[in-house]
């Protein structure tokens, strides 16, 4: 599945499933944007093994829950690059509490990175992304299901779906809006924390015992940011190994 010459802008893309999605999309031919609010460090490892690889990639440094760095995210891409061909909404937080535990900074600050996050990068690519691009933008297999501690995360990423789906019929020009859902996936984030039983208990829950590795999400997120993908719009794909 070929990206030549596609400017992707990956959010969130320093570490975890943004790293390899950015590192999969670059093999691919794409001219990647890695994005980072505040790991430096990692982002510019990122586009390092990028460029190993023979592929194309810059760092830029832009926090999404803020309009003006959002902004101005764009704007640097399209001034390197010439143009923004797909858009790649991964950042995101979860904080995993019970709903009682969750202090309103708790509630603030993943509803103002998952949900305010994707809403300003929707605003920009209105008028910036390319003619016939594509917006992906990365939900959570948790929406449908009734995980305690996981509410806030889980109802942040229902608005995200939803959001998708309504975009995909006002941006027109050709663009196709996604949302791909990721189950459970290993990632040292994710991991941290995590007991052996309870990693275990989750595996258990999908047909293939297993977490997703990052790379299962990479493939399908690499489908839908091809052209192969374009009569697919207003969706949200599940990427879970029939967990859900």
Same mark, same amino acid.
């Given at each position: 599945?070929?990206?030549?010459?596609?400017?992707?802008?990956?959010?969130?893309? +320093?570490?975890?499933?943004?790293?390899?999605?950015?590192?999969?999309?670059?093999?691919?031919?794409?001219?990647?944007?890695?994005?980072?609010?505040? +790991?430096?460090?990692?982002?510019?490892?990122?586009? /390092?093994?990028?460029? $190993?690889?023979?592929?194309?990639?810059?760092?830029?440094?832009?926090?999404?829950?803020?309009?003006? $760095?959002?902004?101005?995210?764009?704007? /640097?891409?399209?001034?390197?690059?010439?143009?923004?061909?797909?858009?790649?909404?991964?950042?995101?937080?979860?904080?995993?509490?019970?709903?009682? $535990?969750?202090?309103?900074?708790?509630?603030?600050?993943?509803?103002?990175?998952?949900?305010?996050?994707?809403?300003?990068?929707?605003?920009?690519? $209105?008028?910036?992304?390319?003619?016939?691009?594509?917006?992906?933008?990365?939900?959570?297999?948790?929406?449908?299901?009734?995980?305690?501690?996981?509410?806030?995360?889980?109802?942040?990423?229902?608005?995200?779906? /939803?959001?998708?789906?309504?975009?995909?019929?006002?941006?027109?020009?050709?663009?196709?809006?996604?949302?791909?859902?990721?189950?459970?996936?290993?990632?040292?984030?994710?991991?941290?924390?995590?007991?052996?039983?309870?990693?275990?208990?989750?595996?258990?829950?999908?047909?293939?015992?297993?977490?997703?590795?990052?790379?299962?999400?990479?493939?399908?997120?690499?489908?839908?940011?091809?052209?192969?993908?374009?009569?697919?719009?207003? /969706?949200?794909?599940?990427?879970?190994?029939?967990?859900?």
């Amino acid at each position: 599945m070929t990206l030549e010459n596609k400017v992707i802008i990956v959010t969130g893309s +320093s570490r975890g499933i943004g790293k390899e999605i950015a590192q999969l999309l670059a093999k691919n031919g794409a001219k990647i944007i890695v994005n980072h609010s505040n +790991s430096e460090k990692e982002a510019s490892a990122t586009v /390092q093994s990028i460029k $190993d690889n023979n592929g194309e990639a810059i760092a830029i440094k832009a926090d999404v829950s803020n309009r003006e $760095d959002v902004t101005r995210l764009f704007d /640097q891409a399209i001034a390197q690059y010439g143009k923004i061909d797909v858009l790649i909404n991964n950042a995101g937080v979860m904080i995993s509490k019970k709903i009682k $535990d969750n202090t309103q900074d708790d509630f603030n600050k993943q509803f103002d990175i998952n949900v305010k996050g994707v809403f300003n990068t929707l605003q920009e690519a $209105d008028s910036k992304l390319a003619d016939n691009g594509i917006i992906i933008s990365v939900s959570s297999s948790t929406v449908k299901l009734m995980f305690p501690t996981y509410a806030l995360y889980s109802a942040s990423k229902a608005a995200v779906e /939803q959001i998708t789906r309504v975009f995909s019929k006002e941006i027109g020009r050709g663009i196709s809006v996604n949302a791909i859902a990721p189950g459970a996936t290993e990632t040292e984030l994710f991991l941290k924390g995590k007991s052996q039983e309870f990693i275990d208990k989750l595996s258990s829950m999908n047909a293939f015992n297993r977490l997703a590795k990052p790379i299962d999400i990479a493939k399908v997120v690499l489908f839908l940011a091809s052209d192969d993908s374009k009569w697919i719009s207003g /969706q949200v794909i599940g990427a879970n190994g029939a967990l859900v």
